[in-house]
């Protein structure tokens, strides 16, 4: 059934960017916001190592034909849950592979209600993980709502975000979702913070530093969870989606 917003077909296909580095685009959900529920596109991103394991972003829905694919890319060793509202699938994986490390941004260990320890790990900024000279990463700081890592693949050069840009693009909506949208300000082609998350950002210059930090990786692409991505020109996009913090 054709869902309120465009898809990225094929569904659950491993789609090379540039060299080891692959996206992969899911089906639409429906995010619970008590009040009202707002369709959301999923992807997730997957990053060969040098030492030939793979690290996977933001875990897509479990899926039989796709872990088949990814095994003939190599073995998963690394999972990130990037911020406390991308971990739905994360033991999902790491039940198919429990031996794999499983990196956690602030908040999600209490949505999983596991403990921080052996396989689960509090990725923080003082951490030192295997992969962290060809992924580097920092968490974005500032907001009183989540605490996002953001993620540089450099031999990419690409951006791995989550939900701090969003550029959606619709088939038909409701009204009520329209205005959602509207006032959101995530719709496509803007590829921006949406506004809720803007406002949450109480301490400025704590963002600012973060956003510094990403800003001097100097990437060509960005990779996001939700909507269009960007394959070009990162740097200035860069600029253009946190217009709010730097302007």
């Known amino acids: 059934m054709k869902g309120l917003l465009k898809l990225y077909s094929p569904i659950n296909e491993?789609?090379?960017l540039?060299?080891?580095?692959?996206?992969?685009?899911?089906?639409?959900?429906?995010?619970?916001?008590?009040?009202?529920?707002?369709?959301?596109?999923?992807?997730?991103?997957?990053?060969?190592?040098?030492?030939?394991?793979?690290w996977i972003h933001s875990p897509i829905a479990?899926?039989?034909?796709?872990?088949?694919k990814i095994k003939e890319l190599g073995e998963i060793a690394y999972i990130v849950a990037p911020n406390k509202y991308h971990y739905s699938y994360i033991l999902d994986w790491y039940n198919h592979y429990p031996k794999a490390k499983i990196w956690l941004a602030k908040g999600v260990s209490d949505k999983l209600k596991v403990e921080e320890k052996e396989?689960?790990?509090?990725?923080?900024?003082?951490?030192?993980?295997?992969?962290s000279e060809e992924i580097l990463f920092t968490p974005f700081k500032g907001s009183i709502a989540m605490e996002e890592i953001v993620f540089f693949h450099k031999e990419s050069s690409t951006l791995i975000f989550t939900d701090l840009i969003e550029n959606i693009e619709v088939n038909v909506l409701p009204l009520c979702y329209k205005l959602l949208f509207r006032v959101g300000d995530n719709q496509y082609p803007k590829s921006r913070t949406p506004r809720d998350l803007r406002l949450s950002f109480l301490f400025k210059r704590k963002a600012i530093k973060s956003y510094n930090i990403i800003e001097n990786w100097r990437a060509d692409k960005i990779i996001f969870s939700h909507g269009r991505i960007i394959l070009e020109d990162g740097s200035n996009k860069l600029k253009e989606a946190f217009f709010w913090l730097i302007k």
């Open 62 to 68: 479990f899926n039989g034909e796709l872990d088949n």
């Open 14 to 16: 491993l789609k090379q």
């Open 18 to 54: 540039d060299k080891n580095i692959w996206i992969v685009d899911g089906t639409e959900i429906q995010m619970n916001f008590k009040v009202f529920k707002i369709p959301f596109t999923t992807r997730m991103t997957v990053v060969k190592l040098s030492n030939n394991k793979l």
């Open 119 to 131: 396989n689960f790990i509090a990725l923080t900024s003082i951490c030192k993980p295997i992969w």
